[in-house]
């Protein structure tokens, strides 16, 4: 194939010429080859998939999906979902910043270990995550009794499914910010107080501009986490439908039902909604830089 | 306490918050990880143990829970065997080359950290389930099952650690120097040479941070293979699946203790990551 780009044209002359040819071009066949080797992997591994995913769910038409997807079960549980996110976003926002805040500015004894303990989640299995809860929270728990007495429900609720989202999330927000708030100058503040400001106005004014962005990717990277999070909130939660049925819980009842149609639909909604959201930030912090 | 202290108009210490303050935003702060990550995993460590350390290795060596996690671990090391080449291969191909299509092939490598493994575990499905088009060919030509079977535990796990080693990678190798490979190539080393002696001993590390990270990702995955695999013990049942039928029949101390194993060995290996991303980092500042 690439003999007939190339410039020496002895092929015919020769036997072994194409050795010769291979021989005296290295550089260039190696580096085609190793760039189409990787290109059928990464078409094969990860975009075949998708695409896969995609010609399915749109098969019977784009109605179709519109009309599998549009009934109350299906929003509910895509509810369900926008909700745990949310409330997981705006409290791993809150706290993962602070957190981030004692890691690069306060020295303290056990900080290396606490700082190796917040990576845990990515080592723990959801479906594990789920089950420290349902022991915590669940009929014969730990916390059993002083949950009770306070009348919540925290196992197979809502309350129950945020905080095994809040466990599989928490690395993100403080992830992202730890690198920002290190290389950050604290010059900067030293200024402001200078100049009079208070330790409030010099976080709002100075820390936070700087921090913007690094929250923008946490937000993002927790939100799009949350929404796709299965194993967690189906051992908590239990996935009672109508109640305690989140997006991903519906596929996989769906699936189990062979309810097909909804079942991709439904996928392909929370993939492509997932992957606007990350797209988008990426999209948005190279423009900034 | 320094000379910011001094230079402060108000003679107040600003920016170092008063000890009170400092105190309360720590103790915030670290009550939130402790009620969020420590007293979970104390909870299962004291119910794993709850009936002593036989009763534990008792429960993990039962044939299917002992079954499980070899499984786990096999699928685990073959796909990382795998990434880690392909990986390497992708971020050198990235780094070194320039072809139509590279930016956006970039843009494809994060794009399994964006889908969830659930969507992953269906998409794999409709490639490969016996139903389709795919898989059945599959079946009647080779009588090679990828459904159902650890090929498609690999394939999911494949898709979604593509990432780790090929972003562990890519930074190393954009920041090295290629005088060093030009002086290597002038003194008449073969192109094979140069990658084995020049190129590739400051990757080691970032390659085996990589390889880890994967291959702990990998331990506790779920989502896609309960889809890709179901739950066939002794068969493609996983130790995360086993885990999740042992909650279901109530079977605490077996959950708990295949649990306590899965996370051990994870966290293990994610924290000898970490160390060997900071060596490497310290490393490159020094040099």
């Known amino acids: 194939m690439s003999t007939i780009n190339s410039p020496r044209p002895t092929l015919a002359k020769m036997p072994g010429s194409i050795l010769t040819w291979l021989g005296k071009n290295k550089e260039k066949w190696t580096s085609s080859l190793l760039i189409l080797v990787v290109i059928l992997y990464v078409a094969f591994l990860i975009l075949t998939p998708i695409i896969a995913l995609m010609i399915k769910a749109f098969e019977k038409g784009f109605g179709a999906i519109v009309t599998s997807l549009n009934k109350p079960e299906i929003l509910s549980a895509f509810w369900n979902t926008l909700w745990i996110s949310v409330v997981v976003v ?20 056990g900080r290396d270990l606490i700082n190796g303990l917040v990576d845990m989640p990515f080592a723990v299995s959801p479906v594990v995550a789920g089950y420290m809860l349902l022991l915590l929270f669940g009929r014969n728990g730990f ?10 429900q925290v196992a197979f609720a809502m309350p129950g499914m945020i905080l095994a989202t809040l466990f599989v999330t928490t690395p993100f927000m403080i992830r992202e910010l730890i690198p920002v708030l290190e290389a950050f100058d604290t010059r900067q503040e030293k200024a402001a107080a200078t100049l009079g400001a208070n330790g409030w106005q010099t976080f709002w004014r100075v820390t936070f501009p700087a921090l913007r962005w690094g929250m923008i990717y946490g937000i993002t990277l927790t939100f799009a986490r949350a929404l796709g999070e299965f194993g967690a909130v189906l051992v908590i939660g239990g996935g009672v439908q109508g109640r305690t049925e989140t997006a991903t819980l519906f596929i996989y009842r ?4 062979r309810e097909y149609i909804g079942a991709y639909s439904a996928a392909l909604l929370l993939g492509l909604f997932s992957l606007i959201l990350v797209m988008g930030s990426d999209w948005l912090r190279h423009r900034k830089h | 306490m320094n000379l910011q202290t001094t230079l402060t108009p108000t003679g107040k210490e600003q920016v170092t918050p008063p000890p009170l303050g400092r105190w309360a935003v720590r103790s ?10 420590i007293i979970p995993l104390l909870v299962i460590l004291q119910d794993g143990f709850r009936d002593g350390l036989s009763e534990f290795w008792r429960q993990i060596t039962l044939p299917a829970a002992w079954d499980a996690l070899k499984l786990t671990l096999w699928t685990s090391t073959v796909m990382t065997i795998i990434n880690t080449i392909m990986g390497t291969l992708t971020a050198f191909v990235l780094v070194r080359y320039d072809f139509p299509g590279k930016t956006m092939l970039n843009g494809i490598i994060d794009l399994p950290l964006a889908i969830p493994t659930l969507v992953t575990g269906v998409m794999l499905v409709i490639l490969f389930g016996p139903q389709e088009a795919l898989g059945s060919w599959l079946k009647e030509q080779f009588d090679f099952a990828v459904m159902f079977a650890p090929p498609g535990i690999i394939l999911a796990l494949l898709f979604l650690t593509f990432p780790f080693v090929v972003r562990s990678v890519q930074p190393v190798l954009m920041e090295l120097d290629r005088a060093q490979e030009r002086a290597a190539a ?11 002696r020049i190129i590739l001993p400051p990757l080691t590390l970032p390659v085996i941070t990589g390889a880890l990270l994967s291959f702990a990702r990998a331990i506790g995955e779920f989502g896609s293979i309960v889809i890709v695999a179901g739950n066939i013990p002794f068969r493609s049942q996983t130790a995360a699946v086993y885990v999740f039928g042992e909650v279901e029949s109530e079977n605490r101390l ?14 293990g290996l994610l924290m000898f990551a970490n160390y060997l991303r900071n060596r490497s980092k310290t490393k490159r500042e020094i040099l």
Do not use: K
């Not at chain 1, 769906?254 to 039902?257: T, V």
């Not at chain 2, 915030?28 to 990550?37: H, P, Q």
């Not at chain 2, 203790?257 to 060995?265: D, G, R």
């Open chain 1, 90 to 109: 705006v409290i791993h926002t809150i706290f993962g910043t602070l957190v981030a805040w004692v890691f690069v500015r306060h020295r303290f004894p």
């Open chain 1, 254 to 257: 769906a699936l189990d039902e």
């Open chain 2, 186 to 196: 002038t003194l008449g080393a073969s192109g094979w040479t140069v990658f084995w």
């Open chain 2, 28 to 37: 915030v702060a670290l009550s939130y990880l402790a009620v969020i990550l």
């Open chain 2, 254 to 267: 077996g959950a708990s203790a295949v649990s306590i194993v899965m996370v051990a060995i994870a966290f």
């Open chain 1, 143 to 152: 916390l059993a009794p002083l949950i009770d007495s306070l009348g919540i």
